[in-house]
C-alpha cells in the first residue's frame, strides 16, 4: 500500500507532505485518512520540523543570539525561515488535535524552540507586534531596585492586549520584569506561584486572540511576549535556544504547542501567505 511521505521544498528550507499519489497536503489531512497512522507520523514531522531548527540555528545562529545585525541581502531568507517555521509548528498543533493523541513532552520541547527562533528573526528583521505596556514603562538605572514584582494586564477586560511582570519600585516606578529575572535573579519570589501565573496568563491570551474582535498585530505583539518570556526562562543553557519542560507536565507542552499555534493563526491574519503550503 502507497503510504504519504515527506519531501525536501525543491531546495529551499524546510519539507512538505505529500498524498501516496504524490499532492502536497498538510499532515492535519492525512491523519483523517483511513487507516492513517497518526502515531508513526506526527513524531516523524516533530524529527523533521527539529532538523530545520538546527539549520537555522546553523545558518544564523550569530543574528538569533544577537551577536550581529541583518545584513539587507538576508532579509527575504530570514523572513523565509520563520514562515516554513511558524508554518510546520502550525501544522503539527492542528494534526495533533485531529489525531487526538496523548500531549508529547519532546512536541513542546521542539515546538517552543522553533517559535523562540521565528521570535528571534521577526525581532531581527522587524516583523515583531508591540510588547504589552510598551513606551509606557520606566527606564531602570544601575544598581539595585526596591520593589515588588507583580503581573499586570494592560487591559482587564480585553485580555488579548496581554501583560507582563513589572517591578512596581517603592517610590512609584514601572520597571520592565521578566520570568527569568523573578526565576534566577531575584530574591523573595515565590517561585512556583509566579510559574502558576504566567501559565494562566498565557493560556488566557492564546485563547484571547482568537477572537475576531481583536486588533491581529496588537495581540499578535502580546501572545508573542508571554511566550517569548515563558521560553527564554525554560531554556537549557544562558547561551541556548533549546526548551526544555523542567515541570515534566505534559500541560506545559500542550500550553506551548497551542500557544505558537495561535501566534501564527492570528499573524496570518496580515501576514498574508504565512501558512500556505510551498508552491
Given amino acids: 500500500m502507497a503510504l504519504p511521505r515527506i519531501d525536501a521544498t525543491d531546495g529551499r528550507l524546510g519539507f512538505l507532505w505529500r498524498t501516496p499519489e ?61 514562515r516554513e517555521i511558524d508554518r510546520l509548528s502550525h501544522e503539527y498543533a492542528q494534526a495533533h488535535r485531529r489525531a487526538a493523541l496523548p500531549d508529547d513532552r519532546r ?17 531581527a528583521i ?10 509606557a514603562l520606566d527606564v531602570p538605572d544601575g544598581g539595585m531596585v526596591g520593589g515588588h514584582a507583580r503581573f499586570r494586564w494592560v487591559d482587564p477586560v480585553a485580555r488579548w492586549h496581554g501583560g507582563r511582570w513589572l517591578v512596581e519600585t517603592t517610590d ?51 501572545l508573542d511576549w508571554l511566550l517569548f518570556d515563558w521560553l527564554m526562562a525554560h531554556r537549557d543553557g544562558p547561551d541556548s535556544g533549546a526548551v526544555e519542560i523542567r515541570s515534566g507536565l505534559m500541560s506545559d507542552a500542550r500550553m506551548i504547542v497551542a500557544a505558537a499555534e495561535a501566534s501564527a493563526s492570528v499573524r496570518s491574519r496580515f501576514d498574508i501567505g504565512l501558512l500556505d503550503l510551498p508552491a
Fill in 22 to 82: 504524490g499532492r502536497p497536503t498538510r499532515l492535519e489531512e492525512l491523519v483523517l485518512l483511513p487507516g492513517a497512522e497518526a502515531d508513526r507520523w506526527l513524531p516523524t514531522h516533530l524529527e523533521a520540523l527539529d532538523d530545520v531548527l538546527i539549520e537555522v540555528a546553523g545558518r544564523y545562529g550569530e543574528i538569533l543570539g544577537g551577536g550581529r545585525r541583518v545584513h539587507p541581502d538576508e532579509l527575504g531568507a530570514l523572513a523565509a525561515a520563520y
Fill in 126 to 135: 522587524g516583523l515583531i507586534g508591540p510588547a504589552p505596556f510598551e513606551g
Fill in 172 to 222: 512609584g516606578r514601572r520597571l520592565p520584569a521578566s520570568l527569568s529575572l523573578l526565576l534566577f535573579d531575584s530574591s523573595g519570589v515565590e517561585k512556583d506561584g509566579a510559574l502558576t501565573e504566567h501559565r494562566d496568563a498565557l493560556a488566557e491570551v492564546t485563547d484571547a486572540v482568537t477572537g475576531f474582535d481583536v486588533e491581529p498585530m496588537a495581540a499578535s505583539g502580546a
Fill in 107 to 123: 512536541a513542546g520541547q521542539i515546538v517552543g524552540t522553533g517559535a523562540l527562533m521565528s521570535i528571534r528573526l521577526r525581532t
